[in-house]
């Protein structure tokens, strides 16, 4: 068994690189496909704020800053320094702020992970108890309506209802109870300021994991070996902790880290925006406006990896909750 989960792993890990390397290079060629660039932006924007007369938009100022930013260099010649770069996590220099691209995302990376791992616990907090009573309850008047509550919140977009709670419960707003912007100092005053972000992000999370824990546990509360329990005389209590919530828990419990990837990858920037917080989505999105393509690349080599790691994660996971789960097959 641990021989087959390290050759698991290794055959894992080695697919990391080409992963990587596939979807760098299908983003690189969309955005030399695309209109406009950094040299256009810049040279729009000195036309704007120049004196009439002063700016002079010739050939030799887009030379030098094609030269500047390295686009007199040949297109795969460029490619090949970026992923050469990116081996020892060296991604470039941004254009617009003259700053490494690491450090800006060094700075922007825990924002966005702390986001996004405080909104799936809610998500998991609220389901996995609400998914396990309407088990115990299936077809009840409890069970319909949490239906009707959490299928109405999926149909919420995540920026509308953040804007909601900013426009209700935000500084400034009808009832003005939370701040907004940033995360504030000090341990209290950072969870005060997550509380309306992580809301706006977890409302429409709860339908999917809720309806899967309520199937996997009447699921497991139909198989024979909890016939058999009960025949055996054990209370219901007992059998529901002893053998069903453990064998239906296994699916929701490895599937924290795909969770969490999903967190970060759907809902993130819209919400980031709204409450004005400095996450990794809305450094690529600024990045994106501004044709800064070192950080647009890099927060999506970011991004991208960080997706890899918990996916295999999550497989390590069923593999310690679950000793049947053949690996052999899987490789």
Known sequence: MVGAVRRYVVKRLLLVGPALFGIIALNFAVVQLAPGGPVESLVAHYRALAPVGVYRGGAVDVAQLN?????????LTRFWEMVRGYLTFNLGTSFTLGVPVAGLIWQ?????????????????????????????RDGSRFDVGSSVVILALYAVPGFLLAS????MLGQGGVFPVFPLRGLGDGVWDYAWHMVLPTVAMTAGGFASLTMLTKNSVLEEMNKLYVTTARAKGLSEMRVMLRHVLPNAMLLMVAGFPAALTAILFTSALLVEIIFSLQGLGQLGYTAALQRDYPVMFGTLY???????ILRLLGDLMVAVLDPRIDFDARE
């Open 67 to 75: 030269a500047q930013f390295g686009f007199d260099q040949p297109l």
């Open 302 to 308: 970011v991004y991208t990896l960080t997706g890899l």
């Open 164 to 167: 909601f709670l900013v426009v």
């Open 108 to 136: 922007r990376l825990p924002v966005s992970l702390s986001l996004g791992l405080w909104s799936t616990l809610m998500v998991y907090a609220v389901s996995v108890p609400l998914g396990i009573a309407k088990a115990v």
